[in-house]
């Protein structure tokens, strides 16, 4: 799935891969944020991921000509959870939005685990 950005000039073409990295860096640059993660549909196991799988810790849908992106997070113990996810929506949005210049719909933080 490729995303489109047409103007005067020409069209521009945008990978989800691509789109979907952006998303898993901005993540891991917020305060609290302790890895990404991956659920396996077959069996449920959540594995961790580094930094070369980030792609695998998110999820992004596009409706129209706007995105819906959904993260799988593992959090830092003792701080706001509340507090976490919203500095990502934040985040995440803003980084999709300047980057590539395609409009978010919502972004949808799911947190996996939490590690002491």
Do not use: P
């Amino acid at each position: 799935m490729e995303c489109k950005i047409r103007n005067d000039i020409g069209t521009i073409y945008i990978h989800e891969d691509v789109m979907m990295k952006v998303a898993g860096y901005a993540a891991l640059e917020c305060y609290g944020i302790v890895a990404m993660c991956s659920k396996r549909a077959t069996d449920g196991i959540v594995e961790w991921l580094g930094r070369e799988n980030l792609a695998r810790g998110v999820q992004i849908k596009t409706v129209g000509n706007v995105l819906d992106v959904d993260l799988f997070v593992v959090v830092e113990y003792g701080i706001s959870i509340a507090e976490v996810c919203k500095t990502i929506v934040d985040t995440v949005r803003y980084k999709l939005e300047s980057m590539t210049g395609v409009k978010v719909r919502k972004v949808n933080v799911n947190v996996e685990g939490v590690r002491i």
